[in-house]
T-cell receptor
Framework: EPEVTQTPSHQVTQMGQEVILRCVPI?????FYWYRQILGQKVEFLVSFYNNEISEKSEIFDDQFSVERPDGSNFTLKIRSTKLEDSAMYFC???????????FGPGTRLTVT | AQSVAQPEDQVNVAEGNPLTVKCTYSVSGNPYLFWYVQYPNRGLQFLLKYITGDNLVKGSYGFEAEFNKSQTSFHLKKPSALVSDSALYFC?????????????FGSGTRLSIRP
């Protein structure tokens, strides 16, 4: 069964550094999402992406964040200058055009020191 | 604004007993509701959804959920719990009618099944 994959599984970075989190959505899916989950808290929406552009972004998704679909398979989330409060589990999700449920990857645990 | 509430942080059930994980929703218009499960150090796995149709929807791993419009609830159920069902369960709702709509998650309920 096709799955969303994410790399790396764990990323440790110093405050102020740039990080890129990578995702490979399910191949025939057209809608892509990033969510994050700070330890012990709710899963929060960051951004949705369709037809090579951002459809919606949350207040969390400020100028330090960007997303890109550089080729036909990858979907990336970049944080330009990480802050301590960016430490969280970041989930990528994708879905078919005609369905409503989203399929999530295993997540990347980002630790900012 | 659309929202879901999970009133219980933790539910404890003995193996073999039925289980219920509660969820209530608040939406404008027709609700599009979901249940997801998260095992330790894993992503969110889709269990089931209610979009329209029968109020009782069946999903993965023997789980089902009952949509109740009058009580604005969407409780997750299973007739006979397994130890392997122990995990974190999230109720969720589609936020809007926009085609790229995000999902809004509840705070989660930790289900613990004792042998």
């Amino acid at each position: 069964e096709p799955e969303v994959t994410q790399t790396p599984s764990h990323q440790v970075t110093q405050m102020g550094q740039e990080v890129i989190l990578r995702c490979v959505p399910i191949s025939n899916h057209l809608y892509f999402y990033w969510y994050r989950q700070i330890l012990g808290q709710k899963v929060e929406f960051l951004v949705s992406f369709y037809n090579n552009e951002i459809s919606e972004k949350s207040e969390i998704f400020d100028d330090q964040f960007s997303v890109e679909r550089p080729d036909g398979s990858n979907f990336t989330l970049k944080i330009r200058s990480t802050k301590l409060e960016d430490s969280a589990m970041y989930f990528c999700a994708s879905r078919l055009a005609r369905e409503y449920e989203q399929y999530f990857g295993p997540g990347t645990r980002l630790t900012v020191t | 604004a659309q929202s879901v509430a999970q009133p219980e942080d933790q539910v404890n059930v003995a193996e073999g007993n039925p289980l219920t994980v509660k969820c209530t929703y608040s939406v404008s218009g027709n609700p599009y509701l979901f249940w997801y499960v998260q095992y330790p150090n894993r992503g969110l796995q889709f269990l089931l959804k209610y979009i329209t149709g029968d109020n009782l929807v069946k999903g993965s791993y023997g789980f089902e959920a009952e949509f109740n419009k009058s009580q604005t609830s969407f409780h997750l159920k299973k007739p006979s719990a397994l130890v392997s069902d122990s995990a974190l369960y999230f109720c969720a709702v589609r936020a809007s009618k926009s085609s790229a709509s995000k999902i809004i998650f509840g705070s989660g309920t930790r289900l613990s099944i004792r042998p």
